[in-house]
């Protein structure tokens, strides 16, 4: 009876002591579970930081955002997202317009339309120039603007019409110059010329 009593008091002994080591690895866990979800929470925050910067350092330069970048930004901020939606749409535009020009001539003015067309008081002018800007950049250094002639077919029409029409007219000069002699011209010549004749009777 004695020996029974004496392993219980043992039993219990041993299973307090463990509780002990429990309760202590309980809160050690705890604590590291704390720290690690700071140090994510930190990680994370450096993270978004990071990943914000990059965005608008690209907005800022007219580049085109990656679809991961795309997303962040429709997440984390979705007002400066939808801003960024508007500048690559006339962007694009733009981009459209450039590609059915037929003459670098007309490239010329529908970059400075849309230039001109963007407003003052737009707060995102600044993004929206750089954005145009890096359009044009791209389409000049490609093969489809280097084929196109310098003006259009129209223009070099009404040009090739004007110097033909000033060759008739001085070829038609230069023939009314050359029937006036100027040796066998006096004024006397032409008061005799301009004077009547009368026929004398028979």
């Not at 077919?153 to 050359?178: H, R, Y």
Request: glycine share 4%.
């Amino acid at each position: 009876m004695n020996s029974g009593i004496k392993l219980e008091s043992i039993q219990f002994g041993v299973t307090n002591d463990k509780g002990k080591d429990l309760s202590r690895v309980g809160a050690d866990i705890a604590e590291t579970i704390r720290l690690k979800t700071q140090e994510s929470e930190k990680d994370k925050g450096e993270n978004d930081e990071k990943m914000m910067t990059k965005i608008m350092a690209k907005i800022k330069r007219g580049k085109k955002l990656s679809s991961k970048e795309t997303t962040y930004l429709k997440e984390h901020n979705p007002e400066l997202y939808l801003q960024y939606l508007r500048i690559r749409r006339m962007a694009d535009a733009l981009e459209s317009q450039l590609k059915s020009a037929s003459s670098k001539e007309e490239v010329n003015d529908i970059i400075m339309f849309s230039m001109g067309s963007i407003s003052d008081k737009d707060p995102y002018k600044e993004f929206i120039i750089a954005a145009l800007n890096e359009v044009v950049k791209e389409f000049k250094n490609s093969d489809a603007y280097s084929m196109l002639p310098s003006e259009s077919e129209e223009a070099c029409d009404e040009k090739k019409a004007s110097k033909d029409n000033k060759q008739e007219g001085d070829s038609v000069e230069a023939g009314e110059e050359d029937d006036f002699d100027p040796m066998s011209w006096s004024p006397l010549q032409e008061i005799v010329d301009s004077m009547p004749t009368f026929d004398s009777p028979a």
